[in-house]
């Protein structure tokens, strides 16, 4: 199993970012997916998820201004930011995850830095 992640970088704040992730090796369709990230200084933090069904799930602090979805034609899942703050900043792991929280990761990518700066 492999997770790539990609789409990080640069962004002012206020802006919007979308973060992909190409699986190999699995089904995107058949596992629960999920976004986690990893603040400087921080713990790795659960950030949204979807499941085989299609249901999306969010951290209440996230909802409103991340949107989760997945392309299975492509494999891919995807994680949208918009309105991105300084506080977003972190590196963003895609994930295979059995639930809606940090200890609940069972495997992740090598992840992409998102950056928020004027």
């Known amino acids: 199993v492999q997770l790539v992640e990609s789409g990080g970088g640069l962004v002012q704040p206020g802006g919007s970012l979308r973060l992909s992730c190409a699986a190999y090796?699995?089904?995107?369709?058949?596992?629960?997916m999920s976004w986690a990230r990893q603040a400087p200084g921080k713990g790795l933090e659960w950030v949204s998820g979807?499941?085989?069904?299609?249901?999306?799930y969010y951290k209440d602090s996230m909802k409103g201004r991340f949107t989760i979805s997945s392309d299975n034609t492509k494999n891919t899942v995807y994680l949208r930011i918009n309105n991105l703050t300084p506080e977003a900043a972190a590196v963003y792991y895609c994930?295979?995850?059995?639930?809606?929280?940090?200890?609940?990761?069972?495997?992740w990518g090598k992840g992409t830095l998102v950056t928020v700066s004027s």
């Open positions: 090796d699995l089904a995107v369709s058949r596992v629960a």
């Open positions: 994930a295979i995850a059995s639930g809606r929280h940090s200890g609940a990761i069972d495997y």
């Open positions: 979807i499941w085989s069904a299609g249901s999306t």
